[in-house]
Structure formats: C-alpha cells, structure tokens
C-alpha cells in the first residue's frame, strides 16, 4: 500500500467513527427501505425484467429522452453486467438459506440516499419500513451490488463479495454505519447506500399499481352493421369535440399520470384532425366520434349526456365498415385494461385480445 492509499484508508476509517458516533443501533430502531425513481415511467421498473431486445430499446429510449439523468450514462454492456451480478447474488443468498421466488429483484436502499434521490429528472421515492418485509426473501449488499463484486474494485474491506441477510447487515451497520452517512460524494469508495434486494412481489405490490394496455384484433371478413352514418370531421363541432374528447380521456389520463391531463387545450390544437376522424351529430349538436387510422380504430368516445343508447358499439361498427371498405387486413385497437367495460364492449363485437403490454406503474402512498 502507498502511503497516499494508506493515507486514505486512515480518512476512510475516521470518517466511518466520525459517523457512527451519531448512528443508533439499528436493532433498536425502525429501518426503512427506500425505492427512488422517475415519476414518468413510474416506480419499480428494472431493465433486467425485460427481455434483451426491450431492454436495449429501453435503454435507448431513456438516452434520448432523459438525457441528464444517470441511467442515460449506462453504456451497452449495462444490462448484461446486471444480469450476471443478479444471478450471482441469487445463488449467494440461495446458499445462506434465503428464500428467492423473482428471477429479478426489486431494488431498493437501506435508508435514506439523497445521491440515488437525485438520479432522475422528475424523482419520485417510496418509503417502507423494513419490519413489513419477509427477512427469508430479502438480501443485501453494503453498496451498489456491481461495484461490490466488480474485479475492478480490490481495497480488501470485508464487504466486497458479499451477500448479506437481515441478520448479517444488522451487524454490518453496527460496525461502519450506513455509508450514505459517511461517504455521500464516494469520496472513501463506491460503497454511498446498501442496497437491498427484495426477491418477492408480496410487499412491494402494496406500494404501486401496474396498468396494462390491451391490443386486440378483428380478424373477419365481414363486419356487423352500424346502422349509422358519420361525416369527416367538420371544423363547426371543433369546440364540442375539444370538450368532450377532454372529458372522455382525463380520467385514463390521470389513472396513468399522463400530463396534461386535459390533452387538447384550445380549438387550435385539433388541426390534424380533419384526414381521419369522423363524426356523429345531429341537430342538437356532436354524439360521438371516432377515429380510423390505417387498419387501427382510435380515439372513439360517446359525449356525456349521450351515453347509455348504445352508440358506443354503432360507432365502433361504423369505424370497422370504414376500415373493411379498403381493406380486408385485421383491425387493430388499443384499450386501457382497466376500461373494462370498453374491453367487455370490444370482445363482444368479435375482437380478440392479442397481447398485453404495460405502460405503467403507479406508486400508492
């Protein structure tokens, strides 16, 4: 050892009894675990849940659009480094006696870590005391676990390639503290939070709402009989469209978190519409409308005060007479899977459901 790596490590060890003069045992008190992410895609979401084309796409998607944030630094090797260090700590926890039922952790943090917090462009955090958790389906790891077993990473501190239990980290803590404490620049290491590694669904799925979307198809040749007529979108009914698509749309909206939650804001902004959105109305004003965009039904709502007559259906058989007049290719749509009773709607006209896909997940505090 140099004298500068020595000097160092003497920093090191005074910096930690520095610390843990003012860090309680936690034995005796409340631990909590911490979850950070970014609001837009919402909160336990990881790349390694994904399969490799997705996760790369994913990753490609977050470098574009969220440029300032850490995840956007991660290179192409990323996913397949975290794969393996999973596996790896899988199989040290398995060996301990520990209980794994995810092939993928959730991730979260043995207290409070204000770097990890400023990860994200919009972050969001979600606290949950460490007692309402099965110790048999938890492991730890004191730092970031690619850091703990990288090969890169040789100062001889007794927690490097280690998996810890609940037990064992207990009395990791008593002996250095948390290290969001006594490194929070990384100043002394790449140990700056413990991570946590929560290998069942039982806990977390308490903490959040994951929303589906649905794609089905109808894949006949004929179609069933509307028994309405719609006319092009026409500029007169532009207010009432503004108003009622508003209306139709906040509350998916706002079940997902999509902002603004009142998508159109002004008359303006409906100038794209006039190529593929048809509507009914009578001479007391609009009914409903819906679009048909290549093969693919979109954007059908009934107005409020008009619900209820079964014109929902009348418009999706319309858009379907539409599509099937130039082509006899599948129609295709997309359905909140919460929405059920459009799902029931859909079914009931013949569509299928053909994959499902999750667009997000919502924290519960």
């Known amino acids: 050892m140099t004298q500068t790596e020595d000097a ?14 003012n860090t309680a045992d936690c034995e005796g008190r409340d631990m909590e675990f911490y979850h950070y992410y970014d609001r837009s895609t919402g ?7 994904l399969p490799d084309e997705e996760a790369g796409r994913m990753l490609d998607t977050i470098r574009k659009e969220h440029p300032g944030s850490m995840c956007a630094a991660r290179d192409d090797t990323y996913i397949d480094k975290r794969r393996r260090c999973e596996s790896l700590i ?15 952790p959730y991730y979260m943090t043995a207290g409070h870590s204000p770097w990890l917090a400023s990860w994200y462009e919009d972050s969001g955090s979600i606290r949950i005391p460490a007692d309402e ?32 239990t609940f037990d064992e980290i207990h009395e990791i803590i008593e002996k250095y503290g948390f290290p969001q404490e006594w490194n929070a620049d990384g100043k002394y290491g790449p140990e700056r939070y413990i991570e946590v590694h929560v290998w069942s669904s039982e806990t977390v799925q308490k903490y959040f709402s994951s929303e589906y979307a649905v794609t089905m198809v109808y894949d006949r040749k004929d179609v069933p009989v509307s028994g309405i007529e719609c006319i092009p979108f026409d500029a007169r009914f532009s207010e009432e469209y503004r108003t009622a698509y508003n209306e139709a749309f906040r509350p998916m909206r706002e079940a997902l978190d999509i902002k603004p939650y009142n998508w159109y804001k002004d008359s303006d902004d409906l100038s794209g519409k006039a190529g593929d959105t048809f509507l009914l109305a009578d001479e007391n004003g609009l ?3 819906v679009s048909c965009i290549g093969t693919e039904i979109d954007d059908l709502f009934v107005c409020r005060g008009r619900q209820g007559k079964g014109l929902g259906r009348a418009l999706l058989c319309w858009g379907m007479e539409h599509i099937r007049a130039q082509s006899d290719a599948p129609i295709t749509l997309h359905a909140a899977e919460w929405n059920t009773r459009a799902v029931k709607l859909y079914l009931n006209t013949g569509f299928s459901i053909t994959s499902r896909t999750l667009i997000k997940t919502v924290a519960r505090h």
């Not at 160092?8 to 003069?21: G, V």
């Not at 909160?43 to 849940?49: A, E, Q």
């Not at 199989?91 to 092939?103: I, M």
């Not at 004191?142 to 990288?150: A, E, I, L, N």
């Open 8 to 21: 160092a490590e003497r920093a090191s060890i005074l910096q930690i009894l520095h610390f843990k003069q």
């Open 43 to 49: 909160p336990f979401r990881s790349l390694t849940s």
């Open 90 to 104: 899988r199989r040290e926890f398995a060996a301990k006696g520990g209980r794994p039922e995810l092939a993928v």
């Open 133 to 164: 958790f099965d110790p048999m389906a938890v492991s730890f790891t004191y730092g970031d676990s690619m850091p703990t077993f990288s090969p890169r990473v040789n100062d001889g501190k007794e927690y490097r390639r280690k998996v810890y």
């Open 287 to 289: 009914i409903g409308a």
